[in-house]
T-cell receptor, first 115, second 111 residues
Framework: EAGVVQSPRYKIIEKKQPVAFWCNPI?????LYWYLQNLGQGPELLIR????????DSQLPKDRFSAERLKGVDSTLKIQPAELGDSAVYLC?????????????FGEGSWLTVV | AQKITQTQPGMFVQEKEAVTLDCTYD???????LFWYKQPSSGEMIFLIY??????QNATEGRYSLNFQKARKSANLVISASQLGDSAMYFC????????FGAGTRLTVKP
């Protein structure tokens, strides 16, 4: 069974440029998460989807960040325009549903460097 | 509000010895799940072990065990017989409505 797939793996962009990250969750997983991880810190939740509905996006900086999961499967996270402080790892994760015991599985992350 | 605290930024252990990584949590929810993840330098987050808040027995998965003390709100990870490949960041996490993570502990296993 394929795990959570993310692309691109690495991205270097100049500040003020746009960037997009793509995530394909584990087949059949209804819940999808985007996390931000700064160097040396734990992941911080940006947004959680239950199927195609964003049910928790309180930590998403909506002035420059947007996300979508149109058909309840793949998801895209966009930053426009990027700032130097956005340099971080963007982790996508999925779980079967939001049951407490359901493990959340992570992709390898998209490493963003803004110069 | 949920809060996960890992007070050990870094830990060292001799190969083949056991090590305990500390984790305390705070929540007003009665039902929650506690998780530990390992993150090697390559970056992927690897699930290690899970403990439910109503589980009476401590969870074990191979060399990993979770020392769950509900009254103290602690969920420490014990790694037995440490191996060089155990060197990584370790994150404690709690799940209620969503999953929140601690700041992590960097474990270094010495040969």
């Amino acid at each position: 069974e394929a795990g959570v797939v993310q692309s691109p793996r690495y991205k270097i962009i100049e500040k003020k440029q746009p960037v997009a990250f793509w995530c394909n969750p584990i087949s059949g997983h209804n819940t999808l998460y985007w996390y931000l991880q700064n160097l040396g810190q734990g992941p911080e939740l940006l947004i959680r989807y239950e199927n195609e509905e964003a049910v928790d996006d309180s930590q998403l900086p909506k002035d420059r960040f947007s996300a979508e999961r149109l058909k309840g499967v793949d998801s895209t996270l966009k930053i426009q325009p990027a700032e130097l402080g956005d340099s971080a790892v963007y982790l996508c994760a999925s779980s079967a549903d939001r049951g407490l015991g359901n493990t959340i599985y992570f992709g390898e992350g998209s490493w963003l460097t803004v110069v | 509000a949920q809060k996960i605290t890992q007070t050990q930024p870094g830990m060292f252990v001799q190969e083949k010895e056991a090590v305990t990584l500390d984790c305390t949590y705070d929540t007003s929810d009665q039902s929650y799940g506690l998780f530990w993840y390992k993150q090697p330098s390559s970056g992927e987050m690897i699930f290690l072990i899970y403990q439910g808040s109503y589980d009476e027995q401590n969870a074990t998965e191979g060399r990993y065990s979770l020392n769950f003390q509900k009254a103290r709100k602690s969920a420490n990870l014990v790694i037995s017989a440490s191996q060089l490949g155990d060197s990584a960041m370790y994150f404690c996490a709690m799940r209620t409505r969503d999953m929140r993570f601690g700041a992590g502990t960097r474990l270094t296993v010495k040969p």
